[in-house]
C-alpha cells in the first residue's frame, strides 16, 4: 500500500534510532547483499563508487547493472515495502521487505536473479560489521518495522538535496551523494587532488585494499550514519587530518569533535529542529570543509566555485 507523503512542516521526519535499530541493522545487511550483487558485475572505479547505492523516488537504487547484453536494476521501494528487480528486456519480479531472517531474504533475492538468468555468486559475509554472521545462515536479524524504514527514506531524501547543493559548490573533484552500505551511511566527499598516505585499514571483514582505494587521495568527507543514539549524526572527517583539524571552530552551535571517533558530529535532532535545517546542516558541510581545507593547506581557490 503507497503511504501519504508528510506535510511540508514535517519533511525531516523523526527518526530516533531506539525506535528502529533492529530494523536499521536488518535493512544494512539487505543493501548489502543487493550492493555485493552491483560490485560482482561492474568495474573498480574511484573509491569503490561503483558498488553504492543513489537515493531514488521511492528508495534507494542500484542504477544500471550490466549483465552481459541485457542490464538491470535493483531498487529498494519504501512506499510500497518490496525489492523490485527490473531488467532491460522488460521483465520484472518484486520480493515484499518484511520481517523475516536475512537469510530467507538472501535465498528469495538469489533465486529471483536466477529466475531472471541473471545468476549472480557473491562472497555472503557482511563487511565493516564487527561479529558479522554470513547472509545464507544468519537467522538472528529478522526485524523490519516498514514504517520506520519509510521514514529514514524521507530523511535521506532531505539530505541528499542538501548534499547536492554543497557538491554544486566545488569545482574539484567531488563525489555523487550516495549511500554506502559496508556503514549503512549516506556521504558526500571532496577531494584535494593530491595522494593520500596509505590508509592503515582494519575495518571488519575488509582486506586493506579496501581501504587503500577508499582513501587514495586527500579528502574531506561528510555524511549521515543512522546511529549509535538519538536520531543519529552527520559527521565530517578529513583523511588524513592535517594538524589543528580537531581544533578548529565550526558551525552550528551543536557540532562538536568526537574524540573516540575522530570526526566532528551534528546530531540530526539539531537539524531537524532548526528554523532551516537546510542552512544548519549547510552550516556544518561547509565549515568543516573549511576546517580541513584550511588546515590542510588545499589550493582552495582553485577548487571552490
Not at 190 to 203: D, L, T, V, Y
Amino acid at each position: 500500500m503507497s503511504r501519504p507523503m508528510p506535510p511540508p512542516d514535517s519533511a525531516w521526519p523523526r527518526i530516533p534510532v531506539a525506535d528502529w535499530s533492529a530494523t536499521r541493522d536488518t535493512l544494512q545487511l539487505m543493501t548489502q547483499v543487493v550492493g555485493k550483487i552491483r560490485m560482482a558485475h561492474t568495474p573498480v572505479m574511484s573509491h569503490w563508487w561503483n558498488v553504492v547505492l543513489h537515493v531514488s523516488s521511492r528508495g534507494l537504487t542500484t542504477g544500471l547493472i550490466p549483465y552481459g547484453s541485457r542490464g538491470f536494476t535493483m531498487e529498494f521501494d519504501f512506499i510500497e515495502p518490496r525489492l523490485v528487480v527490473t531488467t532491460t528486456t522488460g521483465e520484472s519480479r518484486s520480493i515484499p521487505l518484511r520481517e523475516r531472517p536475512i537469510a530467507d531474504f538472501y535465498r528469495d533475492v538469489m533465486a529471483t536473479l536466477d529466475d531472471l538468468d541473471l545468476r549472480t555468486d557473491i562472497w555472503t559475509m557482511p563487511v565493516e560489521i564487527p561479529d558479522a554472521i554470513p547472509f545464507d545462515v544468519d537467522h538472528e536479524h529478522s526485524a523490519y518495522d516498514a514504517d520506520a524504514a519509510h521514514r529514514f527514506w524521507l530523511a535521506l531524501v532531505q539530505m541528499n538535496r542538501v548534499f547536492d547543493e554543497f557538491r554544486s559548490r566545488y569545482v574539484g573533484k567531488v563525489s555523487p551523494s550516495h549511500f554506502f552500505w559496508g556503514a549503512c551511511d549516506l556521504a558526500v566527499t571532496r577531494f584535494s587532488g593530491r595522494p593520500a598516505p596509505k590508509h592503515p585499514g582494519g575495518a571488519p571483514n575488509c582486506g586493506p585494499h579496501v581501504m587503500w582505494e577508499a582513501y587514495s587521495h586527500e579528502v574531506s568527507s561528510a555524511g549521515y550514519w543512522p546511529g549509535p543514539d538519538g536520531e543519529g549524526s552527520f559527521y565530517s572527517y578529513a583523511y588524513p587530518e592535517p594538524d589543528g583539524f580537531r581544533s578548529a571552530r565550526v558551525g552550528p552551535d551543536a557540532a562538536s569533535f568526537d574524540e573516540s571517533l575522530g570526526e566532528f558530529l551534528l546530531p540530526y535532532t539539531a537539524v531537524r529542529e532548526a528554523a532551516d535545517p537546510d542552512a544548519a546542516l549547510l552550516e556544518f558541510l561547509e565549515s568543516t570543509y573549511v576546517a580541513a581545507a584550511d588546515a590542510g593547506g588545499w589550493d582552495r581557490s582553485a577548487l571552490e566555485r
